[in-house]
């Protein structure tokens, strides 16, 4: 890999900047300073300084955010602010974008990363990733809904009606339900939740696959995991364990 790619890959630095720290004698790779930004460097084996500090090699960032209500998911907005806007100057890597988008007054777990093939592999439908929601109804819960959310509930679009795809639901309090939905359409949870007669008053995501979204995370807050971690998504939970462990650590969701 070329220097200054690498440097700009795994820096704030644009490819320009990264060209001219190098040229300025900032940048060392084994303890030697290198001045040309076409040298090539091996990331897994060579030690890279930048001003002395260690630059990390990873092929990929992943960022697990709690996504506040107000903000849009997305990479750049001339109006509004997104995702992107609420990361550290350090942290604010060329190519990342919202793997998956959660409407502006959603709130819960967000991915960021430039991984375009897990991004593929988690929002593919062929691979109908699992993804678990906590939605404060208007009404209280009525039990009809299961069955009724696992023979698919009818949506209509654009003078067309479809299908949803059987997804699961359960009451977590007089007020409050976990859905499990394996595709994403727009507005899908409250547009189910309005087509059997209730309203969605808040909703937060707090699950994907196996990855889920710490119970003290601040929203608005964020850290960077590693892609083990990420993997995770990848991984499905049953249902009802599902419910159980929301049950334990999501209850301040709706005891006030």
């Not at 460097?41 to 506040?68: R, T």
């Not at 698919?152 to 997804?167: N, S, Y």
């Not at 994403?184 to 209730?198: D, E, F, P, S, T």
């Not at 999501?250 to 006030?256: E, L, M, V």
Request: proline letters at 5%; aromatic letters at 8%.
């Amino acid at each position: 890999m070329r220097l200054d790619r690498f440097l700009s890959n795994q820096t704030t630095l644009s490819r320009t900047n990264a060209q001219i720290a190098i040229r300025a004698g900032q940048v060392t790779v084994n303890g030697t300073v290198l001045r040309k930004p076409d040298a090539a460097v091996s990331p897994e084996y060579d030690c890279i300084l930048w001003n002395g500090k260690q630059i990390s090699y990873q092929a990929h960032h992943y960022f697990l955010m709690h996504k506040p209500a107000g903000v849009i998911s997305a990479s750049d907005d001339p109006k509004q602010k997104t995702v992107l806007d609420l990361l550290k100057p350090e942290d604010c890597f060329p190519k990342l974008f919202p793997c998956g988008r959660l409407d502006i007054d959603t709130t819960g777990l967000l991915l960021i990363t430039d991984d375009g093939d897990l991004a593929h592999r988690m929002l593919s439908p062929k691979h109908h990733v699992p993804k678990y929601y906590l939605a404060t109804l208007r009404d209280p819960f009525n039990p009809q809904y299961v069955a009724w959310f696992r023979a698919g509930i009818t949506l209509g679009e654009k003078d067309k009606e479809f299908q949803c795809l059987p997804a699961e639901i359960a009451a977590m309090h007089t007020h409050t339900a976990l859905i499990c939905l394996h595709e994403g359409k727009y507005h899908q949870v409250k547009r189910m939740l309005a087509a059997v007669g209730n309203h969605v008053e808040q909703l937060m995501r707090i699950r994907i696959g196996n990855l889920s979204l710490p119970v003290d995370l601040p929203v608005g807050s964020y850290f960077s995991i590693l892609h083990n971690d990420v993997e995770k998504m990848l991984n499905f939970s049953d249902f009802e364990a599902v419910c159980a462990l929301s049950k334990a650590e999501y209850s301040s969701y709706w005891i006030k």
